[in-house]
Nanobody, 121 residues
Framework: QVQPVESGGGLVQTGDSLRLSCAVS????????MGWFRQAPGKEREFVAA?????YVADSVKARFTISRDNAKNTVYLQMNSLKPEDTAVYYC?????????????????WGQGTQVTVSS
């Protein structure tokens, strides 16, 4: 059973930083492509970043967000700097068991429950 579990969300002010973590159960974490998505109220879930042996970060956050992973800890991270109110969303971690970085929701097979990030102005 592969189960991503996110943590690290919260209420912050504009310009603050947060680091989200996602711990994944299972013995083959290093082979997974891991992704972060976010969903704001009334909007579709959107891609934020993905990592396998390489990384890809959405252009909209590329200058401020960084994705990384620690295979020894079965954990993927999303470092978010210079947060803005428009970053407010539920952030989801997802695991992809196929090859190739996935950039859409349907590319991923296992999803966490999400963690709320709220950025006040």
């Amino acid at each position: 059973q592969v189960q991503p579990v996110e943590s690290g969300g919260g209420l912050v002010q504009t310009g603050d930083s947060l680091r989200l973590s996602c711990a994944v159960s299972g013995h083959t974490f290093s082979s997974f492509v891991m992704g972060w998505f976010r969903q704001a109220p009334g909007k579709e879930r959107e891609f934020v970043a993905a990592i396998s042996r390489t990384t890809y970060v959405a252009d909209s956050v590329k200058a401020r967000f960084t994705i990384s992973r620690d295979n020894a800890k079965n954990t993927v991270y999303l470092q978010m700097n210079s947060l803005k109110p428009e970053d407010t969303a539920v952030y989801y971690c997802a695991a992809r068991i196929s090859a190739g970085l996935g950039l859409t929701v349907r590319d991923y097979h296992y999803w966490g429950q999400g963690t709320q990030v709220t950025v006040s102005s």
